[in-house]
């Protein structure tokens, strides 16, 4: 397993600012996602995100708007970009374990408020 | 696009009753994750199973891996009020490069004491 960590927790915002959410890890992994979790819902996948590689981003997202760094094998920052109300989420990050099963690890969350 | 379907969406139960959760699919995943999430927590992973047919136990739960690597059910027996939480069903491809989680919309359980 994997120790994740993100920062901030939770944070309110105004529309039209950016906030950018840090996902640490206590071991090298190679491949980090993040995702959208939005009240009483399941889990979106935003992006993967390769070290040493550009991020993929899946259907309905962009860079322009959740722009995504990886400069190592154990960080991630995930950017939401020019906020408005309807990004209000728990965004999340994980982690595959390689072993039995391609398994993810997730973080604790961060909760965004945008008002 | 693969998709998982989670059933039920909601439970809401007595403390000592039993319950299922279903996950189905018309794609193999190469596995399937079981996750609980409790508020303002991330998901943590249950069990992971791999191979068709596959039966594991935690304790009070009990995860099975459909045949043709389609469907998963999540048994738990007595169910008690520290199980409350969503429950989320993720099926994993075997892509390489291309590797991602589906994940079902969940099932968020309350066990009344």
């Known amino acids: 397993s994997a120790v994740i960590s993100q920062k901030p927790s939770r944070d309110i915002c105004q529309r039209g600012t950016s906030l950018t959410i840090q996902c640490q890890v206590d071991?090298?992994?190679?491949?980090m996602f993040w995702y959208r979790q939005q009240p009483g819902q399941s889990l979106t996948l935003i992006a993967t995100?390769?070290?040493?590689?550009?991020?993929?981003?899946e259907s309905g997202f962009v860079i322009d708007k959740f722009p995504i760094s990886r400069p190592n094998l154990t960080f991630s920052t995930l950017t939401v970009s020019n906020m408005s109300p309807e990004d209000s989420s728990i965004y999340l990050c994980?982690?595959?374990?390689?072993?039995?099963?391609?398994?993810?690890?997730f973080g604790p969350g961060t909760r965004l408020t945008v008002l | 696009t693969q998709l998982l379907e989670q059933s039920p969406q909601f439970l809401s139960i007595q403390e000592g009753e039993n319950l299922t959760v279903y996950c189905n699919s018309s794609s193999v995943f190469s596995s399937l994750q079981w996750y609980r999430q409790e508020p303002g927590e991330g998901p943590v992973l249950l069990v992971t199973v791999v191979t068709g047919g596959e039966v594991k136990k935690l304790k009070r739960l009990t995860f099975q891996f459909g045949d043709a690597r389609k469907d998963s059910s999540l048994h738990i027996t007595a169910a008690q009020p520290g199980d409350t939480g969503l429950y989320l069903c993720a099926g994993a491809n075997s892509g390489g490069s291309n590797y991602k989680l589906t994940f079902g919309k969940g099932t968020l359980l309350t066990v009344n004491p």
């Open positions: 071991s090298q992994v190679t491949m």
């Open positions: 994980s982690v595959e374990i390689g072993g039995v099963g391609d398994t993810q690890y």
């Open positions: 995100a390769n070290q040493g590689s550009e991020a993929t981003y």
